[in-house]
């Protein structure tokens, strides 16, 4: 009943942009909080940045200054810009959303995930 899809992932030079983008689609009453977490290879699943409905953000302390995260309430979508992007940056980003969702007229909230984006950063 939800789908989550992310886009915006590729190769970068360091020192290079990037801007993901998830959307949230699906029968939603609401989103609250929405994320980007990131996983390298032989690593757990970190968390990059949190945005609140309400547009509060939190940042790992690794990309403070660096990233951004921001989110369109009307287009259910959530948002990270990725600037002066290191080789430590590379990973698969994935998209996190608490989603509010009616399925027979029953509420029912949900974490989910979406199926996750390669960023890769070359020196």
């Known amino acids: 009943q939800v789908q989550v899809v992310e886009s915006g992932g590729g190769l970068v030079q360091a020192g290079g942009s990037l801007r993901l983008s998830c959307a949230v689609s699906?029968?939603?009453?609401?989103?609250?909080?929405m994320g980007w977490y990131r996983q390298s290879r032989g690593t757990q699943r970190d968390l990059v940045a949190t945005v609140t409905n309400g547009g509060g953000a939190d940042y790992a302390d690794s990309v403070k200054g660096r990233f951004t995260i921001s989110r369109d309430n009307a287009k259910n979508t959530v948002y990270l810009q990725m600037n002066s992007l290191e080789p430590d940056d590379t990973a698969v980003y994935y998209c996190?959303?608490?989603?509010?969702?009616?399925?027979?007229?029953?509420?029912?909230?949900?974490?989910?995930w979406g199926h996750g984006t390669l960023v890769t950063v070359t020196s």
């Open positions: 699906g029968t939603i009453v609401s989103i609250n909080v």
């Open positions: 996190n959303a608490d989603v509010t969702w009616v399925n027979d007229w029953k509420r029912y909230t949900n974490n989910y």
